[in-house]
C-alpha cells in the first residue's frame, strides 16, 4: 500500500510539473487540484517538494502573483538571455516609471503620474504598461495587474522594496 501511494505521488508530481512546464502563465494550487482532481493539501505539498528538488539546477519553481510557475535560475541568466528574446527584453524608462508610481500609489490618475514623472505627457508610459498588461484602467484610477506581479516576479505587492524618497526634495520643504 506504502508503495502505491509512492507511486501515485510521483504521478501526481509528474503531472503537476508537466502542466507547470507548459503553462505561459503561474498556476495556482486551487487550479492546479481542480485540474489534477486531487486535494490542494496534497498538491501543495508535490509543489513544494518540487521546488526543494529543483532548488540546486537550472529551472527553479517559483511562486508569483498567487500561483507557481517554472523560470530559469538566476545562474542560467546569461545563456538563456541569447536563446530567449522575452527574457533579453528591457522595459523602457517611462514604462518603469509608470509602473512604479501605479505599483506604489495605485489606484491613480492620468495626472498623478504626470506630476509625478514631471513630465508633460504621460500618455506613452501608460499605453505601453496597457499593452503589455502591466497596469488597466479602472473606474477609481490605474492599478497593477496580475501580470505586472508576474513579470517582476513577485507574489504581491506587499514583496515590493520600501519606497525611497529622494532626500534633496524633502530637505528643500
Known amino acids: 500500500?506504502?508503495?502505491?501511494?509512492?507511486?501515485?505521488?510521483?504521478?501526481?508530481?509528474?503531472?503537476?510539473?508537466?502542466?507547470?512546464?507548459?503553462s505561459e502563465?503561474?498556476?495556482?494550487?486551487?487550479?492546479?487540484?481542480?485540474?489534477?482532481?486531487?486535494?490542494?493539501?496534497?498538491v501543495l505539498r508535490l509543489v513544494?517538494?518540487?521546488?526543494?528538488e529543483y532548488s540546486h539546477r537550472g529551472i527553479r519553481l517559483r511562486q508569483v502573483a498567487g500561483g507557481f510557475e517554472m523560470v530559469s535560475s538566476d545562474d542560467s541568466f546569461?545563456?538563456?538571455?541569447?536563446?530567449?528574446?522575452?527574457v533579453a527584453e528591457q522595459p523602457s524608462k517611462s514604462l518603469l516609471e509608470t509602473v512604479t508610481i501605479v505599483a506604489y500609489h495605485q489606484p491613480v490618475t492620468r495626472k498623478f503620474i504626470q506630476d509625478t514623472r514631471e513630465v508633460k505627457d504621460p500618455d506613452y508610459g501608460i499605453q505601453r504598461s496597457l499593452n503589455k498588461g502591466l497596469i488597466k484602467e479602472t473606474e477609481a484610477g490605474y492599478i497593477t495587474t496580475e501580470k505586472f506581479l508576474e513579470f517582476f516576479g513577485i507574489n504581491d505587492l506587499k514583496e515590493l522594496p520600501p519606497l525611497e524618497v529622494d532626500k534633496t526634495e524633502v530637505s528643500g520643504i
Open 78 to 86: 546569461e545563456v538563456v538571455s541569447h536563446i530567449s528574446k522575452k
Open 1 to 22: 500500500m506504502i508503495i502505491t501511494n509512492l507511486v501515485d505521488s510521483q504521478n501526481i508530481k509528474n503531472r503537476i510539473e508537466s502542466a507547470l512546464f507548459v
Open 48 to 52: 513544494i517538494e518540487l521546488q526543494q
Open 25 to 42: 502563465k503561474p498556476l495556482s494550487i486551487e487550479y492546479l487540484s481542480k485540474l489534477l482532481k486531487e486535494e490542494e493539501r496534497v
